[in-house]
C-alpha cells in the first residue's frame, strides 16, 4: 500500500493564479481531510469529506475548494492564490468513525509570491 | 471550535534526559492521540488513549488520559537525537468528527 499520497510536494505560485493539489489514498477511508500548517499555529483544518459526493468547512475554509467524486481522490483547488495561502498543506485519511486509523501524506509545500 | 492548548511550545533538552509535555481542552474528548513530525514529513501516530485514567506506552513514550477526560500528557523518557521534531495531541471533540489538533511541542535534543 501506498498509504496516502500528495502531488506536487513543492509548488511556487504568482499572487492570482489557481493550482490544484492531488491528494490519493489506497485505503479504501470514507474520511478524508486538508489541514494547513503554518508556524507556531499548529494544523488546521480546511476542508473534509466522509465519502464519495460529500464535503465540509473546516476551521479556515476561505479561498479554497474541493470535491469528492471517488472514494481514492480529494483534490484542494486554490481558485486564485494569495500570499497568505503560502503553507504546507496536508492530506490525511481515516477510516469512518475510528479516530485512530488517521494517516497523513507528506505534504506540498506551497509558496504565493 | 474547539481549541487544545500544549505545552510547552518548545524544549531543548540534553541527550539522556526524560521529558515531559501535557494537553488540555476546554471541554470532554473521548479519544485522545498523539503524533510525531519529523522534519519534513508528515505526522505519524505514536499513542492512541480511550478511556479516562489509562495508561499506555510504546517503547521510551507513555502517554496518560487524564482522569477529567479534559487533558492527556506524553513522556518521553532517556531522550536520543532521533526523538527531535514537533509533538502534537489531537482528539475528535465527537465520534465522527475532524481531528483537532493542538499547536504542537517542538522537542530539540543536544547531544
Known amino acids: 500500500n501506498a498509504g496516502v499520497t500528495q502531488t506536487p510536494k513543492f509548488q511556487v505560485l504568482k499572487t492570482g493564479q489557481s493550482m490544484t493539489l492531488q491528494c490519493a489514498q489506497d485505503m479504501n477511508h470514507e474520511y478524508m481531510s486538508w489541514y494547513r500548517q503554518d508556524p507556531g499555529m499548529g494544523l488546521r483544518l480546511i476542508h473534509y469529506s466522509v465519502g464519495a459526493g460529500i464535503t465540509d468547512q473546516g476551521e479556515v475554509p476561505n479561498g479554497y475548494n474541493v470535491s469528492r467524486s471517488t472514494t481514492e481522490d480529494f483534490p484542494l483547488r486554490l481558485l486564485s492564490a494569495a500570499p497568505s495561502q503560502t503553507s504546507v498543506y496536508f492530506c490525511?485519511?481515516?477510516?469512518?468513525?475510528?479516530?485512530?486509523?488517521?494517516?497523513f501524506g507528506p505534504g506540498t509545500r506551497l509558496t504565493v509570491l | 471550535g474547539q481549541q487544545l492548548n500544549q505545552s510547552p511550545q518548545s524544549m531543548f533538552i540534553q541527550e539522556g534526559e526524560d521529558v515531559s509535555m501535557n494537553c488540555t481542552s476546554s471541554?470532554?474528548?473521548?479519544?485522545w492521540l498523539w503524533y510525531k513530525q519529523d522534519p519534513g514529513e508528515g505526522p505519524v501516530l505514536l499513542i492512541a488513549l480511550y478511556k479516562a485514567g489509562e495508561l499506555t506506552s510504546n517503547g521510551r513514550l507513555t502517554a496518560q488520559f487524564g482522569i477529567t477526560r479534559k487533558d492527556s500528557f506524553l513522556n518521553i523518557s532517556a531522550s536520543i537525537p532521533s526523538d527531535v521534531g514537533i509533538y502534537f495531541c489531537?482528539?475528535?471533540?465527537?465520534?465522527?468528527?475532524?481531528?483537532?489538533f493542538g499547536k504542537g511541542t517542538r522537542l530539540s535534543v543536544i547531544a
Open positions: 490525511a485519511s481515516r477510516d469512518y468513525g475510528a479516530a485512530d486509523t488517521q494517516y
Open positions: 471541554s470532554i474528548f473521548n479519544t
Open positions: 489531537a482528539g475528535p471533540s465527537s465520534g465522527n468528527t475532524p481531528l483537532v
